[in-house]
């Protein structure tokens, strides 16, 4: 069976971008491959290594979002990166064979540098991102990596580092593929790309009531200002997230909002009752694991281990071709 493996870095709880985005196709993959899933928070540290007192519990809201949204432990290996530090490891092997341009260049850090005002202030680790991405990744000898179009680069950087250890030492490494989501990246409530660090995202563990506000706050189509205005969908977050969540509804919202019969006040409504519709399950079940979090918990220990077998019959694997041992 061939592998996929993902991560998510574990810097608060998910927001709905990553449901519809990584979650949904975590999910869907888990029956058809031998899926591994695992919580980033080494990564956590390459932006949080001032406030490491949040990462425990960030942890624990990732693997809350990750079990109520339906990835199921008896099929995937879930399991904690920090847990099994033959990723760190690895890197170490791995730093040494990575040209300093192909990290400098990466562009998927750039953008991180960008979004969050970072300048000079971009640690060593940060630089190495997809160095220990690419361990995180090859260690399991994964075939396919579920991500966004933004990881995209990470993943050719990874392929380099693969093309280049293989050649230098053996063929060792299988050279992992991107597998894209199918949905687009869903915009925030302002209209930039949703994110925790830019405050406007939607959480998966947001109450009713919060969603319907933050969306009654979304920015639509400037030029409709009064009900009857016409309006235009195409650049319209509120009607990106009709299309994502609300398909059925999207030929009469269009129509009705183009011509100026729909109001944004009720097309916002009709879009938070429909999210909230769509949420009310994964929430529910959310709540009733956080009253067993040390089965959760436990859940991702266990997995870790599992993993950590796995990894260190690569790591010695590696540390032979490059006749360290
Ligand atoms: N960079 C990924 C993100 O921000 C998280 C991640 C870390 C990852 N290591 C990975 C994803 C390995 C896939 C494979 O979402």
């Known amino acids: 069976m061939e592998r996929v493996l993902s991560g998510m870095r574990s810097t608060g709880k998910l927001h709905i971008g990553h449901l519809f985005g990584a979650l949904s196709n975590y999910t869907k993959l888990q029956g058809q491959y031998d899926s591994y899933y695992f919580i980033a928070d080494l990564h956590a540290l390459t932006t949080d290594y001032d406030h490491t007192d949040e990462i425990k519990r960030n942890r624990i809201e990732v693997m809350l979002d990750w079990l109520a949204s339906g990835i199921d432990p008896e099929k995937s290996t879930l399991f904690i990166q920090s ?107 302002d209209g930039r790309k949703m994110s925790k660090s830019l405050d406007n995202d939607i959480k998966i563990a947001d109450t009713e009531e919060e969603t319907t506000k933050k969306i009654m706050s979304a920015i ?43 109001g944004c006040v009720a097309c916002k409504k009709q879009c938070a009752a429909k999210l909230n519709e769509l949420l009310k399950g994964i929430r529910e079940k959310r709540k009733s694991l956080e009253s067993n979090e040390q089965e959760i918990i436990e859940i991702f220990e266990e997995g870790s281990r599992k993993a950590k077998k796995v990894a260190s019959e690569t790591l010695k694997e590696v540390l032979s071709m490059m006749k360290i041992d």
């Open 220 to 262: 639509t189509d400037p030029a409709k200002i009064r009900l009857h205005d016409k309006g235009h969908p195409a650049i319209c977050t509120i009607f990106k997230y009709h299309g994502v969540f609300n398909k059925e509804g999207v030929p009469e919202i269009k129509q009705n909002c183009e011509s100026g019969q729909l």
């Open 83 to 189: 847990k099994v530090p033959e990723h760190a490891y690895l890197t170490l092997l791995l730093s040494m064979i990575v040209p300093t341009p192909w990290v400098e260049r990466n562009t998927t850090v750039k953008e991180m540098i960008r979004d969050l005002g970072l300048k000079e202030n971009v640690s060593y680790g940060l630089l190495g991102y997809p160095i220990l991405m690419t361990s995180d990744i090859i260690i399991y000898k994964a075939d396919y990596v579920p991500v966004g179009k933004d990881q995209v680069h990470h993943l050719e950087i990874a392929r380099e580092i693969v093309r280049r250890f293989n050649g230098l030492y053996g063929n060792l490494f299988p050279e992992p593929q991107p597998l894209l989501t199918e949905f687009p990246s869903l915009p925030g409530v």
